[in-house]
């Protein structure tokens, strides 16, 4: 079974500065798809970034990039010019991207964002 | 384009009494999702559905847990007789299609406070 390890239950950053979470993962499969997402207190998850594994480039989104190190089996995410709106919790997660099965994500535990203005 | 609609937000009940959730997906998402998410926890599937059949239920406690996507549209989460160890924030999910890679968006999920 697949699994997602967050090592960082808590993180803080200054606004404006950058910071980077991380997040490993564990599977024998070759194609799967990895996620961040966030969760404010408000409890609706959003989607941050996405990245399939067959994809070399590291994804980006305006402030938000990971990077991706297949062999290694890690997917960090760097928040830049961090804002006071980034404080949330942030899952990474998995989802296999073989076909004809369960297509669930498997989540971390999660890292607590705090942004200090 | 309107979100995924989750109903109540916030329900609390006594134990061995039953409770209900409801989901309605983003319109024209054929496949939805349940997920139970514990405090200081990541969410866990209970149940996928592909239009109103179901895919995964291999998490789901079939002695008390039940769920239903009648005419593959909206979905009703039930739970009876309720545990104190099923409180939690239950989320449904819907994306588009199976098979695609297609992102999972979720509602804004519904706490559940057994007593």
């Known amino acids: 079974a697949q699994t997602v390890t967050q090592s960082q239950p808590e993180m803080s950053v200054q606004e404006a500065e950058t910071v980077t979470l991380s997040c490993t993962y564990d599977t024998s499969e070759s194609d799967y798809y990895l996620f961040w997402y966030k969760q404010p207190p408000s409890r609706q998850m959003i989607l941050v970034i996405r990245q399939e594994a067959y994809k070399q480039q590291n994804a980006t989104e305006n402030r938000f990039s990971v990077n991706f190190q297949k062999a290694a089996k890690s997917f960090s995410l760097k928040i830049s010019d961090s804002q006071l709106g980034d404080a949330a919790m942030y899952f990474c997660?998995?989802?296999?991207?073989?076909?004809?099965?369960?297509?669930?994500?498997?989540f971390g535990k999660g890292t607590k964002l705090t942004v200090n203005p | 384009e309107a979100g995924v609609a989750q109903s109540p937000r916030y329900k609390i009940i006594e134990k061995r009494q039953s409770v209900a959730f409801w989901c309605n997906p983003i319109?024209?998402?054929?496949?939805l999702y349940w997920y139970q998410q514990i405090l200081g926890q990541g969410p866990k599937l209970l149940i996928q559905?592909?239009?109103?059949?179901?895919?995964?239920d291999s998490q789901l406690p079939k002695d008390r847990f039940s769920a239903e996507r009648l005419k593959g549209v909206d979905s009703t989460l039930k739970i009876q007789p309720a545990k104190l160890e099923d409180s939690a924030v239950y989320l449904c999910?819907?994306?588009?299609?199976?098979?695609?890679?297609?992102?999972?968006?979720f509602g804004p999920g519904t706490r559940l406070t057994v007593l």
């Open positions: 319109s024209g998402h054929a496949t």
């Open positions: 559905f592909q239009n109103n059949g179901v895919v995964d």
């Open positions: 997660a998995y989802r296999s991207g073989m076909g004809g099965g369960s297509e669930k994500l498997v």
């Open positions: 999910a819907s994306s588009l299609r199976r098979g695609t890679g297609d992102t999972q968006y």
